[in-house]
T-cell receptor, first 115, second 107 residues
Framework: DTGVSQDPRHKITKRGQNVTFRCDPI?????LYWYRQTLGQGPEFLTY????????KSRLLSDRFSAERPKGSFSTLEIQRTEQGDSAMYLC?????????????FGPGTRLTVL | GQQVMQIPQYQHVQEGEDFTTYCNSS?????IQWYKQRPGGHPVFLIQ?????EVKKQKRLTFQFGEAKKNSSLHITATQTTDVGTYFC???????FGTGTRLQVFP
């Protein structure tokens, strides 16, 4: 499979619980992005990595959110003490940084529901 | 902060009619990307525009980047039911997506 994969596809949790999502990018891609998307809205940037370095983090991202990309391969996004407002689709994307076009390939997403 | 707005928010057309969505940024863009997201799917990259006034075509789709590099448009000629979805523009540098235009095509 040459696409971006995400696991799990769906997650239902109770408010206050911690959740962790995984993203496996396209193998040769050096950039990895996390977005959050709610119904009827465009993807909202959360953070991105170039190789294993986290280069940028959205100011909208609270301290409850943390992301890692050990060894520059897969990435995890953890949300601690989930709130109902965290309910959304969490999208991962990857790209190969080129000088001209930075096409992002998106995964299928993880849909989080916080009860 | 920067805002990237798209109009219209929704568009319903009869199959065969043309469709246009407009993207406007509050700040100058170094480049702009367009994505399509089918219902229940994830965004799929369509194109990137870099130069002021640039026009690119992909079959029935025509993309344009404004002269001031603050706006862009996507025009679809003779829509088909396969064009259904939400079209997003995005500031590729700042990773900001537009509000999207949802297209519905009636056969």
């Amino acid at each position: 499979d040459t696409g971006v994969s995400q696991d799990p596809r769906h997650k239902i949790t109770k408010r206050g619980q911690n959740v962790t999502f995984r993203c496996d990018p396209i193998s040769e891609h050096n950039r990895l992005y996390w977005y959050r998307q709610t119904l009827g809205q465009g993807p909202e940037f959360l953070t991105y990595f170039q190789n294993e370095a986290q280069l940028e983090k959205s100011r909208l991202l609270s301290d409850r959110f943390s992301a890692e990309r050990p060894k520059g391969s897969f990435s995890t996004l953890e949300i601690q003490r989930t709130e109902q407002g965290d309910s959304a689709m969490y999208l991962c994307a990857s790209s190969w940084l080129e000088p001209l076009v930075d096409e992002q390939f998106f995964g299928p997403g993880t849909r989080l529901t916080v009860l | 902060g920067q805002q990237v707005m798209q109009i219209p928010q929704y568009q319903h057309v009869q199959e065969g009619e043309d469709f246009t969505t407009y993207c406007n940024s509050s700040t100058t863009l170094s480049n702009i990307q367009w994505y399509k997201q089918r219902p229940g799917g994830h965004p799929v990259f369509l194109i990137q525009l870099v130069k002021s006034g640039e026009v690119k075509k992909q079959k029935r789709l025509t993309f344009q980047f404004g002269e001031a590099k603050k706006n862009s448009s996507l025009h679809i000629t003779a829509t088909q039911t396969t064009d259904v979805g939400t079209y997003f523009c995005a500031d590729a540098d700042k990773l900001i997506f537009g509000t999207g235009t949802r297209l519905q095509v009636f056969p």
